[in-house]
Nanobody
């Protein structure tokens, strides 16, 4: 079973940037579409961005479009989320998983511990 470890979060001022990484181990990673998700306190986990297996196709939630960029390096079993122009409303714990992981009945890897992103105003 694939294990996911997210990192790169932290405290940043509004307008700042962060780069998140998600390293997968223990199984085949390169054949799966992957996604980034986030969960703010008191809210449900939501989709942030997704990327197909090759990295040739991506999509973004409207809230982050134009500010976040998802990418992957299959040779390193890693998915990235470059975040720019951060806003306080981006504050959340960020997770990676298979694309569609939060949809009922969808296949997913075990959730990792996530990485906390806090944006101060």
């Amino acid at each position: 079973q694939v294990q996911l470890v997210e990192s790169g979060g932290g405290l940043v001022q509004a307008g700042g940037s962060l780069r998140l990484s998600c390293v997968a181990s223990g199984g085949t990673f390169g054949s799966y579409a992957m996604g980034w998700f986030r969960q703010a306190p008191g809210k449900e986990r939501e989709v942030v961005a997704g990327i197909n297996w090759s990295g040739g196709s991506t999509y973004y939630a409207d809230a982050v479009k134009g500010r976040f960029t998802i990418s992957r390096n299959n040779a390193k079993n890693t998915v990235y989320l470059q975040m720019a122009s951060l806003k306080p409303e981006d504050t959340a714990v960020y997770y990676c998983n298979r694309d569609g992981a939060i949809r009922s009945g969808s296949s997913r890897f075990n959730w990792g511990q996530g990485t906390q992103v806090t944006v101060s105003s």
